[in-house]
């Protein structure tokens, strides 16, 4: 299935760049490729006092922040005021702390590439913005804020220190070398650890116009209801709340880990790179990554109409289906599946846009539509049995399947359109 409703500018190539041919290379040209210093970085270490951090990043050059405390860098996992505290009595320890990584992307002008954390916990700290607690060896000082530790206490903090490394502007010749030297750093600084998920590095790595309208797209009202994300304005305090503290809300600790995750950028970017599902390889990483890296160069008039087909897609469907809008559908002699499935999500989100020009007619005839959407299902899942697919079955997502359920989904509209 083409989708031959795609705007002015919105293209998509999934054309293989062909790899470089390392076979045949000599020693002779492996040694001449490293004087001419290809992929070596020109680093500088440094020490910074943490007495000094807040005075730090506050500090101006030009009317702009020095530190640059890149959002799209900062994976969705906010510390807790024990992680915060904990930092700190390894400071208090004197146990080593892993240096910060910060990339000049002007002179004297630092991108903060790794230890967003560290150096944030710091300034709330010195800032007293939390009390310390959880600490693991010093549980006599529970309860207490910066300036309210004993004074030998706080002076033994202020003198230690938080490395860094940084690298420095002369690495890259161009603004295309600069990109690829981090997106190298940013690949080989979370080899290890927590692993980041595919949409955290695609948010890190190809940040750009279209990226940070799929993260602003993420934020819409009606989307993040569907989803059960919470909502911006209940982000902050949410982030902070341990298990116990969110069986309170209407949001569980998936719902936190799902938004943690970056699944709701993900899912926008879903919506416009399933637009090209002629296209659709897998695996659908690959493929999202190849559209985001692809939809960043789209024109600003491209973004801008992709942008409104999104919100009026998401507030036609919101409007009609509500919050069950994405769910399964009813399985015989069982109660209805009620949690949204990327399987309905990326199905439906196509029909409906396809059809956005006639959301008056749609609106009209929403008790109909809510009523019938899933009426010849089972008809459909009998008729496939025989070649073992199920139309909703979220185990067949390749092309002729997902294929196969926007058809359902505009057929059923265009009855009530005709």
């Known amino acids: 299935m083409k989708n031959t409703n795609l705007l002015t500018g919105e293209c998509f190539e999934t054309k293989e760049i062909e790899k470089e041919d390392i076979n045949g290379i000599s020693d002779d040209e492996i040694n001449g490729k490293y004087r001419k210093g290809e992929m070596r970085i020109v680093t500088e270490q440094g020490r910074i006092n943490l007495d000094t951090i807040v005075t730090l990043l506050e500090s101006k050059q030009n009317g702009r922040d020095k530190y640059i405390l890149n959002p799209e860098y900062q994976r969705r996992k906010r510390w807790t005021n024990k992680q915060k505290s904990l930092l700190i009595e390894s400071f208090i320890i004197n146990v080593p702390i892993p240096p910060i990584f910060l990339y000049e992307v002007e002179y004297a002008m630092y991108e903060v590439m790794d230890g967003l954390q560290r150096l944030t916990a710091l300034y709330d700290f010195y800032k007293e913005r939390f009390a310390l607690?959880?600490?693991?060896?010093?549980?006599?000082?529970?309860?207490k804020k910066y300036s309210?530790?004993?004074e030998n206490v706080r002076g033994g903090i202020d003198r230690r220190h938080l490395s860094s490394i940084i690298l420095l502007e002369e690495t890259a010749k161009n603004k295309e070398d600069a990109e690829n030297l981090k997106q190298i750093v940013f690949e080989?600084?979370?080899?290890?650890g927590e692993k980041l998920t595919p949409q955290e590095t695609r948010n890190a790595l190809y940040s750009g116009r279209f990226n940070q309208m799929c993260v602003k797209l993420a934020e819409n009202e009606h989307f993040r209801k569907m989803w059960n994300f919470p909502l911006e304005e209940e982000v902050e305090?949410?982030?902070?709340?341990?298990e116990d503290d969110l069986k309170n809300t209407s949001y569980s600790s998936n719902d936190i880990k799902s938004y943690r995750?970056?699944?709701?950028?993900?899912?926008?970017l879903r919506f416009f790179a399933y637009r090209h599902i002629d296209k659709l390889t897998s695996p659908v990483e690959k493929f999202l990554d190849?559209?985001?890296?692809?939809?960043?160069?789209?024109?600003?008039?491209?973004?801008?109409?992709l942008q409104k087909l999104f919100i009026e897609t998401v507030e036609l469907i919101y409007k009609v289906l509500e919050k069950r809008a994405f769910a399964l559908p009813k399985k015989e002699n069982s109660q209805e599946y009620k949690a949204p499935v990327k399987t309905i999500y990326d199905s439906m989100m196509q029909a409906f846009a396809k059809n956005i020009a006639h959301k008056d007619i749609i609106l009209k005839n929403k008790e109909a539509i809510t009523k019938q959407i899933y009426q010849n299902t089972d008809d459909l899942n009998r008729a496939d049995k025989d070649i073992n697919v199920y139309l909703f079955d979220g185990r067949y997502n390749n092309h002729k399947d997902v294929s196969k359920r926007i058809e359902y989904f505009d057929n059923f509209l265009q009855q009530f359109i005709q």
């Open 261 to 268: 995750r970056m699944d709701d950028v993900e899912l926008v």
């Open 133 to 143: 607690e959880g600490l693991e060896y010093w549980k006599e000082l529970e309860g």
């Open 188 to 192: 080989r600084l979370n080899s290890g």
């Open 148 to 150: 309210e530790l004993p």
């Open 237 to 242: 305090s949410l982030l902070l709340k341990s």
């Open 290 to 305: 190849n559209y985001l890296k692809q939809a960043n160069n789209y024109p600003n008039e491209t973004i801008e109409d």
